[in-house]
Each structure stands twice: as C-alpha cells, then as structure tokens.
C-alpha cells in the first residue's frame, strides 16, 4: 500500500518537473538591476539603463542566459560626453538621445558567455548585444584587460551574480557609427573638436 502510494505519487512529481518552467531560481536579472543601482561607481550607467528601457532586455538576457557586462564608471561617462562635445541631458531625455544611448548600452553586454577575468586574459574578442566585436588584450607588463586599445578593466569581477559578472571599465566603448549617431542627435557644437581625433584618441 505504502509502496504504491509513493509511486503514484513519484509520477505526480516528474509530470510537475516536466510541466514546470522555471529553470532558475528567484529573477537574477532584477538582483542584477539591483546592485548596479546600489554600486557607488555605476549611478550613470544604471540612469542610462532605466532610461533607455535597455534595463528589460538586460533583465531577460540575465534570466535566460550567463551575461558579461563591461560598465563604465561615472567618471568614465563625464570623461566620454566632455571629450566627445555631446549631452548627457540629451543622451538620457530626448528620445534620439535615448535611442543612441541604447545602442551605447547594447556594446557593452555580452550575451550568452561569462567572461570572468581569467577567460578575458585568455580572450581575443567579444561580440556585444549590437554585434560589433570588441578586441581584448591581456597587458602582461601591468596585468590589466584592455578593450578596443583603450579601455581598462579598471576592477574586474565588481558584481559577480547568478548568471551575470560585471566588470568596471575607465571609458565608454563606441563603435564608429554609434559615435556619429551620438553627435548628430546631441552634439553640442565645438569648433575645435575634431570627431575623428577625439574618436581615436578615445579618453
Ligand atoms: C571564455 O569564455 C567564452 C564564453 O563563455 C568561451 O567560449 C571561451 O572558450 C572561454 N575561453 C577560455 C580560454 O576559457
């Protein structure tokens, strides 16, 4: 009797494991969103994640697969807009400077891997959301990450999360078209600033 009722109930159970959809356990990608709001370093790039609503797509992807997200610092982001000559009022209010933002955003979440530090010093390239890969190097002489020849891991693995490793970077990545895209829709006139000099001096 005893014996029968466990195995009736043993096929309860695997009908409900094969029925239930949750694979993981709790919502990583909001205990994400959560401790880049509390990080000291990251109040302009979590205004920029909610702003743009790019916080959804980073919340999916973190509850679907392993992500890697290379933040920049808030100094990183000052530093980016003053040398570029564009707004951060417009980057973050107007909907053409969200929707450039955005694509800034998408370059620097990597989906599908988890890059911890180790992985990156072995790694040649990345392929961010927006599809433009981003070269790694390894720096041997002072043991730091460099992104695109001129962007540093400044503190790898600062968030280290179910599903998700973020690492804080020194500048903002662009890619050529998301530059342009950038000054076109909130550059802020300067003569003496020129965009391809300032592109590829980067910070
Ligand atoms: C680094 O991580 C990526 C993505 O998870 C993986 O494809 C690659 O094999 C790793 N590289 C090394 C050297 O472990």
């Known amino acids: 009797m005893a014996a029968a009722m466990s195995a009736a109930m043993a096929v309860v159970f695997s009908v409900l494991l094969v029925l239930s959809p949750v694979l993981?356990?709790?919502?990583?990608?909001?205990?994400?969103?959560?401790a880049i709001k509390g990080h000291q370093r990251l109040h302009r790039f979590?205004?920029?994640l909610v702003t743009t609503?790019?916080?959804?797509?980073?919340?999916?992807?973190?509850?679907?697969?392993?992500?890697?997200?290379?933040?920049?610092?808030?100094d990183a982001v000052d530093t980016a807009t003053a040398t570029y000559s564009v707004s951060w009022d417009c980057l973050t209010q107007e909907n053409a400077g969200k929707a450039a933002l955005k694509e800034t955003l998408k370059h620097h979440v990597v989906e599908g891997a988890f890059h911890t530090l180790w992985n990156l010093t072995k790694t040649n390239q990345?392929?961010?959301?927006?599809?433009?890969?981003?070269e790694a190097m390894f720096?041997?002489?002072?043991?730091?990450?460099?992104?695109?020849?001129y962007v540093h891991v400044v503190e790898p693995e600062a968030i280290v999360m179910e599903n998700a490793i973020v690492h804080l970077i020194d500048g903002v990545i662009v890619t050529e078209s998301n530059y342009a895209q950038m000054v076109d829709v909130c550059g802020q006139a300067q003569p003496s600033a020129s965009p391809s000099l300032g592109f590829a001096s980067g910070l």
Do not use: C, M, R, Y
């Open 46 to 48: 979590h205004q920029a």
């Open 126 to 134: 990345v392929i961010p959301a927006d599809g433009f890969p981003i």
């Open 139 to 149: 720096d041997k002489a002072t043991h730091v990450v460099i992104l695109d020849g």
């Open 53 to 74: 609503g790019f916080s959804n797509g980073l919340n999916n992807a973190v509850n679907a697969k392993p992500t890697t997200i290379f933040a920049p610092v808030d």
């Open 24 to 34: 993981v356990e709790g919502n990583p990608g909001l205990d994400l969103l959560e």
